[in-house]
């Protein structure tokens, strides 16, 4: 019953940005970490950004730090992405996921993806 919706995809001009956002249902919000993943044709998966239940820390991958930000409203039960200075390395499927209490590489309930295209 958990549910984490993703919205915000699309195509952009490299240089610009977009906001994903991540919509949960079905969880006491705020006792979860959450984190947004990506994943590119031919690669890993990998954590670009996570931030904790409380919302105080946060952790980025040394790709995207300086450029995405993360950030949470635990009134709305969403999370966001920020996301600026896109490239084409950054054109991935863009998942959230959701963990109890503690970041992790590896969350127990996933969003099923939005995808972010970046041309030049």
């Known amino acids: 019953q958990v549910q984490l919706v993703e919205s915000g995809g699309g195509l952009v001009q490299a240089g610009g940005s977009l906001r994903l956002s991540c919509a949960a249902s079905g969880l006491t919000f705020t006792t979860f970490a959450v984190g947004w993943f990506r994943q590119a ?5 990998e954590r670009i950004a996570g931030i904790s239940a409380s919302g105080t820390t946060t952790v980025y991958a040394r790709s995207v730090k300086g450029r995405f930000t993360i950030s949470r409203d635990n ?3 969403t999370v966001y992405l920020q996301m600026a200075s896109l490239n084409s390395n950054d054109t991935a499927v863009y998942y959230c996921a959701a963990n109890e ?3 992790t590489v590896t969350p127990k309930y996933w969003g099923q993806g939005t995808q972010v295209t970046v041309s030049s």
């Open 75 to 77: 009134g709305k039960n």
């Open 41 to 45: 044709p031919g690669k890993l998966r």
């Open 101 to 103: 209490r503690v970041m």
